[in-house]
């Protein structure tokens, strides 16, 4: 039983690889194997987008100099994600 679910488990890892030579032929056959790869993807980019709201909001609707810095430098921050 652990024979089965390590390998199981090593054939979705290797699957979401992020190689187009592996994935593409996996996204046209059975692209199920791919939500891991997905999910990851969504949950960083919902928040990268609630980090550069937030950067927003500090840069557009500052209320002082210190907003304005902090604003940037999270602009800056998360930019290089």
């Known amino acids: 039983m652990t024979i089965l679910v390590t390998?199981?488990?090593?054939?979705?890892?290797?699957v979401n690889l992020p190689y187009p030579m592996i994935r593409w032929p996996v996204a046209k056959t059975a692209p199920i194997l791919l939500l891991p790869s997905f999910i990851s993807m969504d949950r960083?980019?919902?928040?990268?987008?609630?980090?550069?709201?937030?950067?927003?909001?500090l840069i557009n609707k500052a209320t002082s100099?210190?907003?304005?810095?902090?604003?940037?430098?999270?602009?800056?921050?998360h930019k290089s994600i």
């Open 7 to 14: 390998t199981v488990t090593g054939s979705v890892w290797v």
């Open 44 to 57: 960083n980019y919902r928040g990268t987008v609630n980090y550069v709201e937030q950067a927003d909001q």
């Open 65 to 77: 100099q210190a907003d304005i810095e902090y604003g940037a430098d999270k602009v800056k921050e």
